[in-house]
């Protein structure tokens, strides 16, 4: 199982990203899918979550301006980031809780960051 991160780039203050992520392999249910960033020095923390039963979490930082959404149907979750600010910069990361079509035990699985840098 994978899970393909991308849309990071740089972009100024007041600027919009919208951040996907695809999960692929022989994955029977996702429970979760969300996104994490994590700035130099700092540990990862939680941006958003969006759970199977639709209940959705925000970091207190970024409520009001990202918006998480998932497509089931593939898999995927993004992350729409408007009025981006320079304390927004880190590396953002893709996580699912998900079972294996092989195995019904929930994992966790992250993928590759994709950087976020905003300049102010």
């Known amino acids: 199982v994978q899970l393909q991160a991308s849309g990071g780039g740089l972009v100024q203050s007041g600027d919009s990203l919208k951040l996907s992520c695809a999960a692929s392999g022989s994955i029977r249910n996702i429970v979760i899918m969300g996104w994490y960033r994590q700035a130099p020095g700092n540990e990862r923390e939680l941006v958003a979550i969006?759970?199977?039963?639709?209940?959705?979490n925000y970091a207190d930082s970024v409520k009001g301006r990202f918006t998480i959404s998932r497509d089931s149907a593939k898999n995927a979750v993004y992350l729409q980031m408007n009025s981006l600010k320079p304390e927004d910069t880190a590396v953002y990361y893709c996580k699912a809780v998900l079972t294996l079509t092989t195995d019904i035990a929930p994992r966790q699985v992250w993928g590759h960051g994709t950087l976020v840098t905003v300049s102010s």
């Open positions: 969006a759970r199977q039963s639709n209940e959705i």
